[in-house]
């Protein structure tokens, strides 16, 4: 137990002590995918879901994901974001099997003594059950994953840039 840092001498969980940590710059970058089908596709960008816009609520519920995170993940601290970008990219082909892939990319920054990486996934995670949700009603079989960092910077660790698996 003495390596993983979230326990305590008694193997009991505990939130890290960041006190001593560098306040620094710090940025993470993550994103996952929402796998739909063309139809609810069209539907989105036609206006025709009856919850509304739905990258437009999905963004800001991105957003609040991130600023809600340490509610969500308990050995979160809570940390003052300084920015939050929730964006969104549609694959121009269907996959095998015949869905559309959108893609949320989620970037997170802060200044601080710890990092935002949780946030970036946090971010991602809720603007992909908000795509659910709001079109749940045409498109039950909608499916999201692939959500992961893409890189953070700042910290003690330093830079991080996933390596992209080819397929």
Do not use: W
């Amino acid at each position: 137990m003495a390596n993983l840092t979230h326990f305590n001498e008694s193997g009991r969980a505990r939130m890290v002590d960041v006190t001593d940590k560098r306040s620094t710059e710090r940025v993470a970058v993550a994103q996952g995918k929402v796998f739909i089908l063309p139809e609810t596709l069209e539907k989105i960008h036609e206006g025709r879901i009856a919850k509304g816009d739905v990258l437009a609520v999905a963004q800001v519920a991105g957003v609040m994901g991130a600023k809600r995170t340490p509610d969500l993940i308990p050995m979160c601290h809570p940390l003052l974001l300084t920015g939050v970008d929730v964006d969104f990219k549609e694959s121009s082909q269907p996959n095998s099997d015949g869905k559309y892939a959108i893609t949320i990319v989620a970037t997170v920054k802060t200044t601080g003594n710890t990092g935002v990486e949780m946030e970036a996934m946090t971010a991602v995670s809720v603007a992909a059950l908000t795509i659910y949700d709001m079109c749940k009603a045409v498109d039950k079989g909608m499916e999201f994953g692939e959500i992961a960092l893409v890189s953070k910077s700042g910290g003690k660790s330093g830079t991080y840039v996933r390596v992209q698996k080819t397929k």
